[in-house]
């Protein structure tokens, strides 16, 4: 899916930018190097209520698509979305087998 592709990209752009930096250095001393980093796309989420869905609302994908990729979720306790996934090392996974 095209959007999580997307989410996947944000998440790899925090964790290398300035924001990532306590995550690097936490995968750093469990010995998780720059290469492996890359080439596994592992990415960073903000501990923030909606950074993904307004990075990906601003991509040009519909409020529903970004519902229904399961990166954000409504609150019982208030009418809106939030991102599922805050403050955690992201590690996406991928069906390289094409049919």
């Known amino acids: 899916m095209a959007v999580n592709n997307a989410a996947a990209q944000y998440y790899q752009d925090?964790?290398?930018?300035?924001q990532g930096q306590a995550a690097r250095d936490y995968l750093t001393k469990r010995g998780i190097s720059p290469?492996?980093?890359?080439?596994?796309?592992?990415?960073?989420?903000?501990?923030?209520?909606?950074?993904?869905?307004e990075y990906l609302l601003k991509k040009g994908f519909a409020a529903e698509t970004i519902k229904a990729s399961g990166l954000i979720k409504r609150s019982e306790t208030q009418n809106r979305f939030y991102d599922l996934f805050r403050q955690r090392i992201f590690f996406p996974y991928f069906n390289i087998i094409r049919m």
Not at 44 to 49: G, N, Q, S
């Open 35 to 53: 290469e492996t980093i890359a080439t596994f796309r592992l990415g960073y989420a903000l501990d923030e209520w909606n950074q993904v869905e």
């Open 14 to 18: 925090v964790l290398a930018g300035e």
